[in-house]
C-alpha cells in the first residue's frame, strides 16, 4: 500500500529565508498529491496540490514540486514568515484515499 | 460559512464506556471521512463515506462504526472504549474522489482520552 514520508521532522528557519520541507512516497498508481498545513490545536488546512502529471505548481508564496523519477516532491515556501509556523504535511492519493505522511514541523525564528 | 463541524472538541472516557463523535458539514459534500492522529503522527483513515447510505472501512476501522443517514453527517461510534484509542479525530469532506482541485476540508477535531 501507499506510504509517505518525510525526510525531516523538524525545520527551522530565519524569517525572511525560503524553507523547503520535502517528502517521499512510495506508490506509483498515486495520482494527486496534497499538502497540508496544521496548526496547534488546529485541523489540516488545505495549501496546494498537485496532480501526477504536472512537475510544478504555484500558490500564492509557496510552490510544489514533483519528481516522479525519484517518487519525491516538495513545498517551497517563499519569504517565510512567523505565520507559517506550524506542521505541514503531504498527502498521497491513490484509489481515492489519501495517506498522510508523518509531517514536519516548522518553526520561524524572528 | 461553518465548513465542517465536529463535537465535543474534548472528551475524557473510562474504559468500555461508549461515545458518538458527532460530525456535520454545510457544504454539500458527497465524501466524508474519519481520521485519527496519534501524537507526532500523521493522519490514518478510519472510516469514510462516499454518499448517504454507504460507507466502507478505512486503514484503522477496529473498534470503531459509522452511519451516514444524510448528506450533513457523519457520526463515528465508540462501542467499548480501550485507552489504545485515545487520540485526536478529525472529520473530513470533500466534493468527489476524484480530486479536481477539490480537497477534503476538515474539522478542528475532537480531542479524545481512554482512562
Known amino acids: 500500500g501507499e506510504s509517505v514520508g518525510l525526510h525531516l521532522p523538524t525545520l527551522s528557519v530565519q524569517e525572511g529565508d525560503n524553507s523547503i520541507i520535502n517528502c517521499a512516497y512510495s506508490?506509483?498508481?498515486?495520482?494527486?498529491f496534497i499538502w497540508y498545513k496544521q496548526e496547534s490545536g488546529k485541523g489540516p488546512q488545505f495549501i496546494i496540490d498537485?496532480?501526477?502529471?504536472?512537475d510544478k505548481r504555484q500558490g500564492q508564496r509557496v510552490t510544489v514540486l514533483l519528481n516522479k523519477t525519484v517518487k519525491h516532491l516538495s513545498l517551497q515556501i517563499a519569504a517565510t514568515q512567523p505565520g507559517d509556523s506550524a506542521v505541514y504535511f503531504c498527502?498521497?492519493?491513490?484509489?481515492?484515499?489519501?495517506?498522510f505522511g508523518e509531517g514536519t514541523q516548522l518553526t520561524v525564528n524572528p | 460559512n461553518a465548513g465542517v463541524t465536529q463535537t465535543p472538541k474534548f472528551r475524557i472516557l473510562k474504559i468500555g464506556q461508549s461515545m458518538t463523535l458527532q460530525c456535520t458539514q454545510d457544504?454539500?459534500?458527497?465524501?466524508m471521512y474519519w481520521y485519527r492522529q496519534d501524537p507526532g503522527m500523521g493522519l490514518k483513515l478510519i472510516y469514510y463515506?462516499?454518499?448517504?447510505?454507504?460507507?466502507d472501512k478505512g486503514e484503522v476501522p477496529n473498534g470503531y462504526n459509522v452511519s451516514r443517514s444524510t448528506t450533513e453527517d457523519f457520526p463515528l461510534r465508540l462501542e467499548l472504549a480501550a485507552p489504545s484509542q485515545t487520540s485526536v479525530y478529525f472529520c473530513?469532506?470533500?466534493?468527489?474522489?476524484?480530486?479536481?482541485?477539490?480537497?477534503?476540508?476538515f474539522g478542528d477535531g475532537t480531542r479524545l482520552s481512554i482512562l
Open positions: 473530513a469532506s470533500s466534493y468527489s474522489p476524484g480530486w479536481s482541485n477539490q480537497p477534503q476540508h
Open positions: 498537485i496532480r501526477s502529471n504536472m
Open positions: 457544504m454539500n459534500h458527497n465524501y
Open positions: 498527502a498521497g492519493s491513490a484509489e481515492s484515499r489519501l495517506t
Open positions: 506508490n506509483s498508481a498515486s495520482d494527486y
Open positions: 463515506s462516499v454518499g448517504a447510505g454507504i460507507t
